[in-house]
């Protein structure tokens, strides 16, 4: 009865090697006399040792580049520059002046555009999203990726045109390695909106969300975000919106999403 | 805060977010906002203080933002074909994803502290400071966490052949 009370943070300290060495001796006779307890705390170490053994492969693996290349402060990182909370897919990561060194073939990504003011993205990020969603939805579908084939380019354009009240048209990709599968016309936040998929040779899917159902009128330059898996360059031209979405690298799509938008400003 | 130092941190960000999200893709994602939000915020470190406690609490705070948001279910296409587990020769890789997803079983806050103490090996008033809680909360989850975990696989792992039957 006049034994010291060994208490749970005791147990666990003693687990961890963190029990000052006061304690020690007294919890190694607790453990001693409390079988239960003793098996309790092995368990916990075995545990430990097992979760160690488990995760350490994760230290010897190479870092991504997109990670290692973060490493190294953005240029844009100044001492002043605390920014708001931004939520993942609102994150505004580069810049239009970074996409277009990206375009002309200069090294290095450069992840840190300028962020936007809250207010303005609370109109623009729902692009990002309805596209990406939309692009997960269909881009998957091996046989019924597209309402109209590329095979009917004309009929295609024309009916979606039509139906946006608007002329719109698919940009050539050829040169970027993406020939046009075809599109299709889907529900957007208050009327149609169209969608252009592409595929390269390998199979790779991208695809194309144009809306014409922007308000605000006001161009924006490119903006990006990720989506889970799919990445997202996206920008408002007019009373259009663009959104180029694919499972692919920024930098690749980068270098799409500029092609795209060298096309759709010479209309 | 120099580059240098990041990169040195960068497995174990990694691991960390590897062991608390469990699919890699997502876990990067995980590291890669960390970085960007470090970078965002670097005015508000201190020269000389603990990087490491720094950029784990900025993972963590992330995370809990990123619990509170509904997610969007973007999954990869390309996942891992499921395993169906064969016990009788698998017995080493049944063990292990036993235990990751014995693991993924245990609440949030609970597999964090874990984590943290187990793999990042850090001290309860650490852990304490990183998640921004009292060091009796770390213990209490630390406690439930482990038993919690110690329970989900005592289920689970077959019975040996020979138990000796009282």
């Known amino acids: ?267 | 805060m120099d580059s240098r130092a990041i990169l040195a941190e960068l497995p174990r960000l990694r691991r960390y977010a590897r062991a608390m999200v469990g699919e890699r893709a997502a876990a990067d994602d995980l590291v890669q906002d960390t970085l960007e939000k470090a970078w965002a915020r670097v005015s508000q470190w201190r020269a000389g203080s603990d990087l490491r406690a720094w950029l784990f609490s900025i993972m963590h705070n992330l995370r809990v933002d990123q619990l509170r948001r509904p997610a969007l279910s973007t999954r990869s296409l390309e996942e891992d074909p499921v395993e169906p587990p064969t016990r009788a020769t698998q017995t080493d890789r049944l063990e292990v994803r036993d235990l990751e997803s014995a693991l993924a079983r245990l609440p949030e806050e609970q597999r964090a502290v874990l984590l943290l103490v187990a793999l990042e090996e850090m001290s309860y008033t650490e852990v304490a400071s990183v998640l921004d809680i009292p060091t009796g909360t770390v213990m209490s989850r630390l406690s439930r966490g482990r038993e919690r975990l110690r329970l989900i696989l005592d289920g689970q792992q077959p019975s040996t052949p020979l138990r000796v039957v009282r």
Do not use: C
């Open chain 1, 1 to 267: 009865m006049s034994k010291p009370l060994i208490t749970e943070a005791d147990l666990h300290g003693h687990v961890d090697a963190q029990a000052p060495s006061s304690r020690r001796t007294e919890i190694e006779a607790h453990l001693a006399a409390h079988p239960e307890d003793a098996a309790r705390t092995q368990a916990y170490q075995a545990q430990k040792r097992a979760l160690q053994e488990l995760f350490h492969p994760v230290l010897d693996e190479p870092l991504p580049e997109a990670l290692r290349q973060l490493a190294a402060r953005p240029a844009t990182a100044t001492a002043a520059q605390d920014q708001p909370v931004l939520s993942r897919w609102s994150l505004q990561r580069i810049a239009a002046s970074v996409l277009l060194t990206l375009a002309s073939g200069a090294t290095g990504w450069l992840a840190h555009g300028q962020y936007q003011p809250a207010e303005r993205l609370a109109q623009i990020t729902p692009l990002a999203r309805q596209a990406a969603v939309a692009h997960v939805v269909y881009s998957p579908d091996v046989r019924r990726p597209v309402e109209i084939s590329a095979e009917h380019e004309d009929q295609l354009v024309t009916w979606l045109s039509k139906r946006l009240g608007a002329p719109v048209r698919a940009p050539k990709l050829g040169p970027q390695g993406f020939e046009l599968v075809g599109g299709r016309l889907l529900p957007g936040n208050s009327g149609p909106v169209a969608q252009f998929m592409y595929q390269d040779a390998s199979g790779q899917r991208l695809t194309l969300y144009v809306s014409t159902e922007i308000a605000a009128n006001h161009d924006t330059a490119f903006r990006f975000s990720r989506e889970g898996q799919v990445n997202v360059f996206y920008w408002i031209d007019g009373k259009y919106g663009y959104a180029l979405s694919a499972g692919i690298d920024k930098d690749a799509l980068a270098r799409v999403a500029s092609a795209v938008y060298d096309q759709l400003d010479r209309n």
